[in-house]
T-cell receptor, first 112, second 114 residues
Framework: TQLLEQSPQFLSIQEGENLTVYCNSS?????LQWYRQEPGEGPVLLVT?????EVKKLKRLTFQFGDARKDSSLHITAAQPGDTGLYLC????????????FGQGTRLTINP | GAVVSQHPSRVICKSGTSVKIECRSL??????MFWYRQFPKKSLMLMAT?????????EQGVEKDKFLINHASLTLSTLTVTSAHPEDSSFYIC??????????FGPGTRLTVT
């Protein structure tokens, strides 16, 4: 059972376009993180959201945590080839949780 | 801050031999580290949780005698793949727990068993 469902799993768009990646669950999470991973490297933490309804911005990336803390979205404005990579969402079930639950990832390709 | 290193980055070994992978937190202390395995074009699969000074907790289906984990200090955890076989070839990634929820990942180790 995949507790965190990411969609789409694959996305290929042209440079300059906007896109949104979704991370959904039927479970509540205390926090949710977004990571980006490039081929042959480890994931890099982009953001952590902890409050329902929270919105965080990182340059052209906007992250939102759902009001009920069951879902999150990542929106990229004016995508660039450097945004290409595997985007992973990961959630912590409670404050004491050691393990993170990972989504299956969204593989994003930005074509020049 | 929050830098995690792994060594080696790539290793090729012969079937039947053992390989040790090191994971270090360079600028913070990590009481908890995690070991993941990643198959091509797939997400991360948690293998085990490594706690400093105690036995690791393995996920269901992961053989603890095959994947030996030692977390002897607050900055170092090691994963030893014993009697490696070609099916053990994979990308192994460690992470160290920072604040309550966040994990910081190493760059990964590509293991190829011939």
């Amino acid at each position: 059972t995949q507790l965190l469902e990411q969609s789409p799993q694959f996305l290929s768009i042209q440079e300059g376009e906007n896109l949104t990646v979704y991370c959904n669950s039927s479970s509540v999470f205390s926090s949710l993180q977004w990571y980006r991973q490039e081929p042959g490297e480890g994931p890099v933490l982009l953001v952590t959201v902890v409050t329902g309804g929270e919105v965080k911005k990182l340059k052209r990336l906007t992250f939102q945590f759902g009001d009920a803390r069951k879902d999150s979205s990542l929106h990229i404005t004016a995508a660039q080839p450097g945004d290409t990579g595997l985007y992973l969402c990961a959630g912590a079930r409670d404050q004491g949780a050691q393990k993170l639950v990972f989504g299956q990832g969204t593989r994003l390709t930005i074509n020049p | 801050g929050a830098v995690v290193s792994q060594h080696p980055s790539r290793v090729i070994c012969k079937s039947g031999t053992s390989v040790k992978i090191e994971c270090r937190s360079l600028d913070f202390q990590a009481t908890t580290m995690f070991w993941y395995r990643q198959f091509p074009k797939k997400s991360l699969m948690l293998m085990a949780t490594s706690n400093e000074g105690s036995k690791a907790t393995y996920e269901q289906g992961v053989e603890k005698d095959k994947f030996l984990i030692n977390h002897a200090s607050l900055t170092l955890s090691t994963l030893t793949v014993t009697s490696a076989h070609p099916e053990d070839s994979s990308f192994y990634i460690c992470s160290a727990r920072g604040r309550i929820w966040e994990q910081y990942f190493g760059p990964g180790t590509r293991l190829t068993v011939t």
